[in-house]
């Protein structure tokens, strides 16, 4: 035994630049037609297994991490997350919305809107801490999801938030050409080539896949140096920032203000509904616990720490535009520039589109990291190819993982019009939001094997109360938006059921580090406002939802689930051949 130990133990590494079939397709269902037809044949077995199945901590964290064959570099800390939380969130969208949401619904109010879509961010931010202190992987939502709410559940979030990533950057790589066109002061498409194609893929945009393919290199190259690109950048971005707020409230006048409130709450609740996604990208600090040195000290701090400070740049930025220009005057387009230029600084519009740049640059950079990290866990799970889940030796790096979303985004940036993207306002990133807050109260109250039958039939009960009722709450907004009748039947609903949770369920696990305040309340209160917002926005965007959703099902039960099926069930024979080993090397000759 010591001799074949030994043997394995002298067998050559595996190059890394390979890429034969058994690095794609291992699973024994793919190794020939016959066993694919016969998986195939047994997919309801199959489906039944991988639902009710679940991860467990170790799993994510220790044993998945192996399949990646070498290990992320430990190299990052809570002041390189907190400069990633700013380079991820701080883009285009708060010199955008901001304006556009104060003309049209919020009025001199729009600082109030942010509070609230402030407040909710923060909810979902308590809720991806926890789990990332208690989980930290490289998969974020995917691994706390497979942990808690099992394969099926994950896959299909999961994907459509991945889904909507790629397509988000590929916009925001059509934006940064737009800007940069601005900046250089010359006409709108100058820089894109024109065809005959099809209306909205008939101007190819080389600049904006360049802009991708650069910001990948970086990332494969190093995830420190990475992090400090990033850090140079969010300076510069942030000063400009400073800049905005600090001129705007210099020429400040109070009578803008008045009216405060031209288009009463229902306004201000639907301008943060739009928002909501200016705070979009704190997620992605989640994937990067595998390279933070001290996950329980370094993420919280990071996580928490931004959005905090986001939210109240945010805040002054929204008040200092106010006050600068009445919102019936406010520029729908470029709020900031012609606020300044109307004031008699015309030259700030170039500062302003210089920091939307810098803005959009550093959400590439970070974006580049966090979907290659977490394709790479989907890929340790075997939901994609393994192949995608390879960690370079010398970087340290995911490589593979981030070709393939930077060759997906630069080929949809090359050819798709911003027209056709404009969509970025998707209900998956809420949908993965409210169940990352499910996830967590599944995990607060329920344990396998330890809690009851009937908590946790219980659990299940005020669950499906929460949701339903939060739902109701959204849904009535939409269709009686002055009304209240209804809410006498919702909101009571959501509230004694979040009560019943609490009174009536024991938690079975306390977080050992970090963990979410007033629990059951808050999550509960992130699953209502997560819906809430949902409910806000068009039905295009739940028609995309559904699309993508479909396409993730067949995609699925033609492959993730037969591979997911054939590694668990590879998994669970390894222990008895351990066992095996043991029994004859303790048996002697």
């Known amino acids: 035994m010591a001799s074949t130990r030994d043997n394995n133990e002298a067998e050559p590494q ?87 949401e104060a003309h049209d619904h919020a009025g001199s109010a729009i600082v109030l809107s942010y509070v609230a879509s402030g407040f909710s961010a923060m909810l979902s931010v308590f809720c991806y ?41 590929a916009a925001v ?15 709108k498409n100058s820089l894109r080539i024109k065809t005959n194609l099809k209306e909205g893929y008939n101007l190819l945009d080389p600049i904006a896949s360049g802009v991708l393919v650069i910001a990948a290199v970086i990332t494969m190259i ?22 905005v707020i600090v001129a705007g409230f210099a020429h400040a006048d109070k009578s803008n203000l008045t009216p405060f409130l031209p288009y009463g709450a229902k306004g201000v609740f639907q301008a943060a509904a739009i928002i909501y996604f200016a705070y979009g990208g704190f997620d992605h600090i989640a994937t990067m616990a595998e390279e933070t040195k001290k996950p329980s000290r370094d993420i919280p701090i990071g996580l928490v720490g931004s959005m905090s400070m986001i939210t109240v740049i945010y805040c002054l930025m929204a008040l200092s535009l106010s006050m600068m220009q009445k919102y019936t005057e406010i520029d729908t387009g470029a709020a900031f520039s012609v606020a300044f230029q109307n004031v008699g600084m015309k030259w700030a519009k170039y500062v302003v589109a210089f920091g939307a740049l810098k803005g959009m640059t550093t959400v590439l950079l970070v974006a580049r990291l966090a979907q290659a990290r977490y394709i790479t866990h989907i890929a340790r799970c075997h939901m994609i190819p393994p192949w995608f889940a390879l960690v370079h030796p010398k970087t340290g790096t995911p490589i593979y993982a981030t070709l393939l979303i930077t060759i997906a985004g630069a080929i949809i940036a090359f050819f798709t019009g911003l027209d056709v993207l404009s969509s970025l306002i998707s209900v998956s990133t809420l949908f993965v939001f409210m169940m990352i807050s499910v996830a967590l109260l599944v995990r607060r109250y329920y344990v396998r094997g330890v809690t009851p039958r009937e908590n946790l039939l219980k659990l299940v009960i005020f669950l499906v109360l929460i949701v339903a009722s939060s739902v109701g709450i959204s849904a009535y907004w939409g269709l009686r938006p002055n009304g209240w009748f209804g809410y006498t039947v919702t909101v009571p609903v959501w509230f004694l059921a979040t009560l019943g949770m609490s009174l009536f369920l024991t938690q079975q696990r306390v977080p050992k580090v970090w963990g979410v305040p007033l629990v059951p309340w808050l999550p509960s209160l992130s699953i209502a406002t997560n819906v809430f917002l949902m409910g806000s926005l068009e039905y295009e965007a739940f028609i995309r939802f559904g699309v993508c959703t479909v396409v993730m099902l067949i995609y699925y039960f033609l492959f993730g689930l037969h591979a997911t099926y054939d590694m668990a069930h590879q998994q669970e024979k390894l222990p008895s051949k351990v066992d095996q080993t043991e029994t004859i090397k303790n048996a002697g000759p």
């Open 222 to 243: 190093s995830t420190k140096k990475t992090s400090y690109l990033n850090w140079i950048a969010s300076a510069i971005n942030t000063a400009v920032i400073i800049f």
């Open 14 to 100: 595996k190059s890394y630049w390979r890429w034969s079939k058994e690095d794609f397709l291992p699973e024994e269902s793919f190794q020939s037609w016959n066993n694919y037809v016969s998986a195939l044949s047994q997919t309801r077995l199959r489906f039944k297994d991988r639902l009710f199945s679940r991860s467990d901590d170790a799993t994510e964290t220790e044993e998945l991490r192996k399949r990646s064959e070498h290990d992320m570099k430990r190299c990052l800390n809570w002041w390189d997350l907190i400069w990633f939380g700013f380079g991820a969130v701080i883009g285009a969208g708060i010199f955008v919305l901001t304006g556009q």
């Open 173 to 187: 790589a059509r934006s940064w050409t737009s800007y940069f066109t601005s900046l250089l002061n010359r006409p």
């Open 129 to 169: 801490t926890e789990f990332a202190v208690e989980v930290p992987s490289a998969g974020g939502s995917f691994a706390y999801l497979r942990v808690e709410l099992g394969d099926f559940v994950a896959f299909i979030t999961a994907g459509n938030i991945l889904l909507e990533s790629v397509i988000g950057s």
